[in-house]
């Protein structure tokens, strides 16, 4: 399997454009998980689905960010207009199930997003 | 909220060496699962060690090894025979079972390996 995929893989844009950054669930796994890591908060949550419904986005920053799951293969996190503080990592991550169980969370190779 | 803290922001270490990098959470339950994630440069995040709360022998996978003391609520990794690719971010993280899916991360352990 080729694990999680996240693409691109860097991103630098001026603030006020939309980024959209895209993920790739290993096959078969129900679970979702966006997360943004930052030197100052380190790894936070901002949204998972489950059977491409989300479940709690609790952890989206605000409006300006969005997340979808058109199907089980598919996941993007839009930010829209984007600013200087959205400058992190963006991890994309699956599980086959909750991740309580035996099964963990897989991790795809991050994001790095630049707002200037 | 469950909460898990990671009191070294940075430490370093011999090669050959043995490092302990600590970590404390913070919970009202009883079952849960508890993680050690390494975070290379390459930035992918890549699982290191788990532990079952429920369980009373440490995790061990090789040269990663886990000292869990469940009253004190305290889960360091020991790495035995440090290797320069251990080089790397580590992250404690924890999670409830049958709760929430979400996993709680500490700020990380930038961890150093001298040759």
Redesign the interface.
Not at chain 1, 41 to 45: M, N, Q
Not at chain 1, 107 to 110: A, D, E, N, Q, S
């Given at each position: 399997d080729a694990g999680v995929i996240q693409s691109p893989r860097h991103e630098v844009t001026e603030m006020g454009q939309e980024v959209t950054l895209r993920c790739k669930p290993i096959s078969g796994h129900d679970?979702l998980?966006w997360y943004r890591q930052t030197m100052m908060?380190?790894?936070?949550?901002l949204i998972?689905f489950?059977n491409n419904v989300p479940?709690?986005d609790s952890g989206m920053p605000e409006d300006r960010f969005s997340a979808k799951m058109p199907n089980a293969s598919f996941s993007t996190l839009k930010i829209q207009p984007s600013e200087p503080r959205d400058s992190a990592?963006y991890?994309c991550?699956s599980?086959p199930e909750?991740?309580?169980a035996l099964d963990?969370?897989y991790?795809?190779?991050?994001t790095?997003l630049t707002v200037t | 909220a469950q909460t898990v803290t990671q009191s070294q922001p940075e430490m370093s270490v011999q090669e050959a060496e043995t490092v302990t990098l600590s970590c404390t959470y913070d919970t009202s339950e009883s079952n849960y699962y508890l993680f050690w994630y390494k975070q290379p440069p390459s930035r992918q995040m890549i699982l290191v060690i788990r532990q079952e709360a429920y369980k009373q022998q440490n995790a061990t996978e090789n040269r990663f090894s886990v000292n869990f003391q469940k009253a004190a609520k305290s889960f360091s990794l020991k790495i035995s025979d440090s290797q320069l690719g251990d080089t790397a971010m580590y992250f404690c993280a924890f999670i409830q079972e049958g709760g929430s899916e979400k996993l709680v991360f500490g700020k990380g352990t930038k961890l150093t390996v001298n040759p």
């Open positions: 679970y998980f908060r380190g790894l936070e949550l998972y489950n479940i709690d990592v991890f991550a599980s909750g991740s309580w963990e969370q991790f795809g190779p991050g790095r | -």
